[in-house]
Nanobody
Framework: QVDLVESGGGSVQTGGSLTLSCVSS?????MAWFRQTPGKEREGVAS???????WYADSVKGRFTVSRDVAKNTLYLQMNALQPEDTGIYYC????????????????????????WGQGTQVTVSS
């Protein structure tokens, strides 16, 4: 089990930007961001694999960027051009998968394969 602590949520207007951070207690291979938006099931947003390119949900491609500072065991999610439909609770998740190449690999199996989760951070985008 890995401890994950998110921060950086807040309230912005449409078109604004926020950067979320997730500090991990250990260096871990696959890390990802999920979100729970009102009236919908929790969904994957982006993932950062141990090798290869990250993965993004279609709804955030071109607007969100996931990155990782390995030295700080920290995962980031830079969110630009935020829209009201981005409102929700954002969760950081982690799983061990050293063989994964590409973020899509990390996401295979969905949230069920991620044993470690943060407490979530609220993002609110107003119109």
């Amino acid at each position: 089990q890995v401890d994950l602590v998110e921060s950086g949520g807040g309230s912005v207007q449409t078109g604004g930007s926020l950067t979320l951070s997730c500090v991990s207690s250990q260096l871990i291979t696959c890390m990802a961001w999920f979100r729970q938006t009102p009236g919908k099931e929790r969904e994957g947003v982006a993932s950062d694999p141990p090798a290869g390119d990250p993965w993004y949900a279609d709804s955030v491609k071109g607007r969100f960027t996931v990155s990782r500072d390995v030295a700080k065991n920290t995962l980031y999610l830079q969110m630009n051009a935020l829209q009201p439909e981005d409102t929700g609770i954002y969760y950081c998740a982690a799983r061990r998968s050293a063989w994964c190449v590409g973020g899509e690999c990390c996401m295979k199996g969905g949230e069920a394969v991620f044993p470690s989760w943060g407490q979530g951070t609220q993002v609110t985008v107003s119109s």
